[in-house]
């Protein structure tokens, strides 16, 4: 009799046939837990950001927020911790993919939707709409990127356009103004629809951005301890003033992609020279 839920490879590798149901023996195939629990990390960022928009709707918009940054602080560990328990498969990162989509494209626009772009009824929705598909356009790119193996090494330091998370912590910089005082009103709400769209073009736009990658897997000595004293500053600012906090991470982030532009034609013009050199001594 065959199974409702029938054993599947999640490096998507066809299955060998082993007996009538033409499955693989579930003795001999049974999946690792180190391998299930990177995809469960995902689930839960899931789950967060779809009651995200359940709290939206609710009018709650601090624990609509919250379960945002849930969200994205389960989406940038569970690609580490399955680099770290050797875990990694095709099923992961494609679920990885759905879930930013969901977390940072869908739930941010639901919540700046429902706390202040109905206030211009079809020109919010239609921002909304925008910013929801950029993020899917932006991150169906993203995938196809890696499949280009023949990228230069340096590359892998930058994004092309501001990633999902980054863009879905930045489009909230209005709530986050509203939040610290700032009335409601037709100016905030026509403000908010066009901040949306912009931040939804810079997500589908080339411009390099940085990406972070290395971060976090080597730490010098002599900054063990200042690292730890930043991160207790920032889980205090973020207590004691969240709104605060979140509206200055936005602007930092927003005035430093300049930085990550320069960065990157600093290293298109030195790979130009490096080729250049090499093609001299090759003439020579």
């Excluded at 054993?7 to 299955?15: C, I, K, L, M, V």
């Excluded at 932006?138 to 994004?159: E, G, T």
Aim: charge should be negative; hydrophobic fraction near 50%; proline fraction near 7%.
């Amino acid at each position: 009799m065959e199974t409702p839920f029938p054993p599947f490879n999640p490096d998507g590798e066809p299955e060998e046939e082993n007996g009538t149901d033409g499955y693989a023996s579930p003795r001999l195939r049974d999946i690792p837990l180190r391998t299930i629990f990177p995809n469960l990390l995902t689930l839960l960022a899931i789950c967060s950001g779809l009651t995200s928009i359940r709290f939206a709707v609710e009018e709650q918009i601090s624990l609509a927020v919250g379960a945002i940054i849930l969200a994205a602080f389960l989406d940038g560990i569970d690609g580490r911790v399955a680099r770290f328990l050797k875990s990694t498969s095709r099923f992961g990162a494609q679920m990885d993919s759905l879930a930013d989509f969901v977390n940072f494209g869908v739930a941010p626009a639901m919540l700046l939707y429902f706390t202040l772009l109905d206030g211009v009824r079809s020109f919010g929705w239609i921002a909304a709409l925008i910013y929801a598909s950029c993020a899917c356009l932006r991150l169906a790119r993203f995938n196809v990127m890696l499949d280009m193996p023949d990228r230069p090494k340096w590359q892998n330091n930058f994004f092309v356009g501001v990633p999902a998370p980054a863009g879905a912590m930045t489009v909230l910089a209005p709530i986050y103004l509203h939040q610290l005082g700032l009335e409601n009103s037709q100016s905030l709400d026509t403000f908010a629809a066009i901040y949306a769209v912009l931040i939804g073009l810079l997500m589908v736009s080339s411009l390099p951005t940085f990406s972070g990658k290395d971060m976090g897997k080597r730490v010098p000595r002599e900054y063990v301890l200042p690292l730890l004293i930043v991160v207790v500053a920032f889980a205090g600012m973020m207590l004691s003033w969240p709104w605060e906090t979140l509206s200055g991470l936005a602007f930092l982030y927003l005035a430093g992609m300049p930085f990550g532009y320069r960065a990157w034609q600093a290293h298109v013009s030195a790979e130009i020279e490096k080729s250049a050199e090499n093609q001299n001594q090759q003439s020579g």
